[in-house]
């Protein structure tokens, strides 16, 4: 159920985001269960498409170009150090879309994604963290960002966009007559 897509951005679109990233201005004080007590760093990114910082736009442009269906809830950065121990949780909406800005990221960091089954209660899908990746799963599954090893002295971020499917409310709705006056 999860999907990824590598080289998701042009190369120099995604060398400008991991740039501006780590720039960024980190607070630690997220959880992600509610009370949860594992804590990590965290920065509100927005509500909507304007409220959505620029410095992840061009993100979210192609997200919209592959899948014009979907809306924004919210947008937000996550960040892990070595021992922080992420919570398993689900997201609301429909779907959620992590990318991974990091270009310099090692594989022996770890700091990737894992997916687990409703069912069995087991790990169905992981994937590792790789710069400018794109992962995409429902949002209702549980899922869990992997540790950082204490070998690596980076920031594991990315960022996560939460969707919501649109509407259209005139989809049903019969069309009316134009007599040949409107296209």
Not at 17 to 32: A, C, G, N, P, T
Not at 85 to 107: C, M, Q, S, V
Not at 162 to 172: A, G, Q
């Amino acid at each position: 159920m999860m999907h990824f897509y590598d080289g998701f951005l042009e190369e120099h679109v995604a060398q400008l985001i991991d740039m501006q990233l780590r720039e960024v201005s980190w607070k630690f004080d997220y959880d992600s269960v509610k009370n949860g007590l594992n804590k990590h760093w965290h920065v509100f990114a927005g509500h909507c498409e304007g409220s959505l910082r620029d410095d992840i736009w061009p993100i979210w442009q192609q997200i919209k170009l592959k899948w014009p269906e979907l809306e924004l809830e919210r947008a937000y950065l996550n960040a892990h150090t070595h021992g922080i121990e992420p919570h398993i949780h689900r997201d609301d909406g429909a779907l959620t879309f992590i990318y991974y800005p990091r270009l310099d990221w090692k594989n022996e960091w770890g700091g990737g994604t894992v997916l687990y089954d409703d069912a069995i209660k087991d790990i169905t899908s992981h994937v590792n963290y790789k710069g400018n990746r794109l992962i995409k799963f429902p949002a209702y599954l549980p899922h869990q960002a992997q540790p950082v090893s204490r070998e690596c002295y980076q920031l594991r971020t990315c960022v996560v966009f939460k969707t919501v499917v649109r509407i259209d409310e005139n989809k049903d709705r019969p069309k009316r007559p134009s007599f040949g006056l409107y296209p």
